[in-house]
């Protein structure tokens, strides 16, 4: 949803957009392409993804800057940059295709390859970790909560039972056979959904989501936006909530009467509900089918001068 995203950022003041999940680089170039007045401070935990950003950001000079950083620590890293206040905050949340594609980094059951799945390969706890060590209750809400998982225990006592578990073809196969036959027949690959939530467990992906959010929320200018583009239903029901709570000021008044309880909303929804992928892009890229966009924009438009340089 490249285009829609660009479109999203047009109207922010002068600045810098902070690109979160800078990934290979692809939403920062098209924003740099399309606007002028914006420069773009992009941020990534995998290690390959910030090589590959360089590279890509290079002809833009000044323009751009790369930090290899989680983005929990989106406030930190702001800091860091000497940035006081942002024009707009990106989000692309998930796996990235590149690392999908990378059969040696574990993420896709596509290919057989050691069992790590982590974002950031210099630290950290890897799937085999999760995979070997979890018990089985604790497998099982695992794949339940983070995959949707409806044969989540059979699965997780397969895994149990065929342990040590060391690559994503052993995994792959466990969960397959752990399946009833008839029910593997449709949906795709039947090992999908685990692979999905053992990767969001070894990421914390969630666990880390609702405060990245606040922190992006709190560092817009006035008239600054935060863009978000979810693929997993529990990270958009975090993004939905937490925008929600900001649209709002956490109102705890009963719908449809005055406020009374003193809330501050400190942004406007931009749209309610979200924008989804035209039927071209889904056709062009199956990946972006699940994709759901929610943006925001920071309340209080102040003096129309240059945001994202400290004082």
């Known amino acids: 949803m490249v285009d829609e995203i660009v479109d999203l950022f047009a109207p922010v003041p002068a600045g810098t957009v902070v690109d979160a999940t800078l990934g290979g680089a692809g939403h920062s170039r098209a924003l740099l392409d399309a606007h002028p007045h914006l420069r773009v401070a992009g941020l990534d935990q995998d290690p ?3 090589a590959v950003a360089v590279e890509r950001l290079a002809p833009y000079g000044d323009r751009a800057s790369v930090t290899h950083v989680r983005f929990d620590r989106l406030a930190q890293a702001a800091h860091d940059l000497g940035l006081d206040a942002a024009s ?10 590149p690392q999908l594609d990378r059969g040696e980094r574990g993420f896709s059951h596509r290919f057989d390859a050691p069992l790590d799945m982590r974002m950031d390969t210099t630290t950290g706890r890897t799937a085999a970790d999760v995979v070997n060590s979890y018990d089985e209750a604790e497998l ?9 998982e409806r044969y989540a225990r059979r699965i997780a006592r397969a895994i149990v039972a065929h342990r040590p578990v060391s690559t994503t073809a052993q995994l792959a196969e466990i969960v397959r056979d752990a399946i009833p036959a008839p029910a593997r027949r449709t949906g795709g690959h039947p090992a999908k959904r685990s692979f999905q939530a053992i990767r969001i467990e070894v990421n914390a992906e969630l666990d880390v989501l609702p405060g990245a959010l606040d922190q992006a929320i709190d560092l817009l200018a006035p008239g600054g936006r935060c863009v978000v583009l979810a693929y997993h239903s529990g990270e958009d ?6 925008f929600r709570t900001a649209s709002t000021g ?4 009963p719908p449809g009467l005055p406020c009374v309880c003193g809330a501050t909303p400190t942004v406007r ?13 889904i056709v062009a890229n199956p990946r972006a089918e699940s994709a759901r966009l929610r943006a925001v924009e920071k309340l209080g438009r102040g003096p129309e001068a240059e945001i994202g340089d400290a004082a």
């Open 48 to 50: 390959d993804a910030v």
């Open 237 to 242: 029901r975090i993004v939905k909530e937490r």
């Open 88 to 97: 707009g905050v990106l989000f692309d949340l998930g796996v990235s295709s």
């Open 250 to 253: 956490g109102c705890t008044c």
């Open 269 to 281: 929804l931009l749209k309610r509900g979200a924008w989804k992928p035209s039927a071209a892009e």
């Open 140 to 148: 099982t809400r695992v794949l339940r909560e983070l995959g949707d």
